[in-house]
Each structure stands twice: as C-alpha cells, then as structure tokens.
C-alpha cells in the first residue's frame, strides 16, 4: 500500500522567514502526492498536488512544494510565512481507487 | 465551487444509541468518502463509495455502515455508538478519473457519553 510520513509533529517560525514541512513517501509505481491545509475547526483545503512534470509545484496562498524522487521526498515550502499560516498541515498520497491515505499532520505555528 | 455539506458540526450521544452522519455534495461527484480524524493519526478512511448503492470498506470500517441512495448523498451510521467512536468524521467527494484531488466537507464532531 501506498503510504506518507511526515516526520515533524509540530514546526514553528517567526513571520517573515521560510516555512518547510517535511513529507516522505512510499509507493509503488509513479505517485500522486498532495497537501491539505485545516484551519482550526474546519475541513480540509486543497493546497497542492504533483502527478507529473515539473518536480515544484506552485500552489495555493503562496505554497510550493518540491518533488524529490531520489529522496522519495515532497516537502511543502513557503518563502515567507504569514501568521495566518498557523494550521494543521496534512501530506496525501493517491493509493490505488481514487484513495487517498495522509500523513499524521503537522501543526504549523507561526509567530509574529 | 463545489460543495460538501455535512449536516450535523457537533453531535452528542449515548453509548449504544444509533447515529447518523449526512453528506450532500452538489457536484455531481462520483466518488465520496468517510473519513474519521483522530490527533496524532491523521485521517483515516472508514468507508467509500464509487457509485450509487456502492460501497468499498476502507482501513477501519468495524463498527460503521453506510448508505448511498442517491449520487449527491452519502450516509454514514454508527450502529450502536461507543466511546471510542468520539471523533471528527470528514465527508469528502471527487471526480471518476480525476488524480484524486479530493473535496471535503467541514466535519462533524462527534462526542459519545
């Protein structure tokens, strides 16, 4: 089965500096990775998703994310965080059926 | 834009009691999905469905049941509901052959006594 692990249960920065959060994968054959953002008591919000092509992939509100298949690695990046950044942040990968199966999340905090 | 509508945002109920789970989408999406949202474990797939009257069992489908009548409703029920069935549930749907891109509602919390 395919899986995503993300390594960091919690990541702080101040405003204004670089936001990474990290995601590694495990597949068989070629895959569809995602990230989902939710804020405080609501649902999950589609960022970012590569299947192919171009290994930075542009999103959402600002956030890209890199694909790094040497590394099997889809790390998600902003160049300067916002407050409004602070959320919890899920990896996905497409399993086989249209499934996705996500990472345990990372609690992003940003600080002013 | 599409939209996922779960009609319950927080329940409370009794253990053993029965409970239902609503979830229209208004897309015309094939695929729609259960998911139950724990801390520290993610979101894991509880049931899903490809089609009316439909039903695949996800990772952890003991102890739910769901129903698909129509293409834009997805059910799902909690026979006889226990503690550790206290939860966020997420109701998400998608296109037939999209890349899975996946759109969800704003989840319904459950809290079982």
């Known amino acids: 089965a395919q899986s995503v692990a993300q390594p960091e249960d919690q990541v702080n920065v101040a405003e204004g500096n670089p936001l990474t959060v990290k995601c590694t994968y495990s597949v068989s054959g070629n895959p569809y990775l995602f990230w989902y953002v939710q804020y405080p008591n609501r649902g999950l919000q589609f960022l970012l998703k590569?299947?192919?092509?171009?290994?930075l992939v542009k999103g959402s509100y600002g956030f890209e994310a890199e694909f790094n298949k040497s590394q099997t690695s889809f790390h998600l990046k902003k160049p300067s965080a916002l407050v409004s950044d602070s959320a919890l942040y899920f990896c996905a990968v497409r399993d086989i059926d249209y499934k996705l199966s996500f990472g345990a999340g990372t609690t992003v905090t940003v600080r002013a | 834009d599409v939209k996922v509508t779960q009609s319950s945002r927080y329940l409370v109920k009794r253990t053993g009691e029965k409970v239902f789970l609503e979830c229209v989408q208004d897309m015309d999406h094939e695929n729609m999905f259960w998911y139950r949202q724990d801390p520290g474990l993610g979101l894991r797939l509880i049931y899903f469905?490809?089609?009316?009257?439909?039903?695949e069992k996800g990772d952890i489908p003991e102890g739910y049941s769901v129903s698909r009548e129509k293409k834009e409703r997805f059910s799902l029920i909690l026979e006889s509901a226990s503690t550790n069935q206290t939860s966020m549930y997420l109701c998400a749907s998608s296109l037939r052959g999209d890349h899975g891109e996946l759109f969800f509602g704003e989840g319904s919390r459950l809290t079982v006594l």
């Open positions: 469905s490809y089609d009316v009257k439909m039903k």
């Open positions: 590569y299947i192919t092509g171009d290994n």
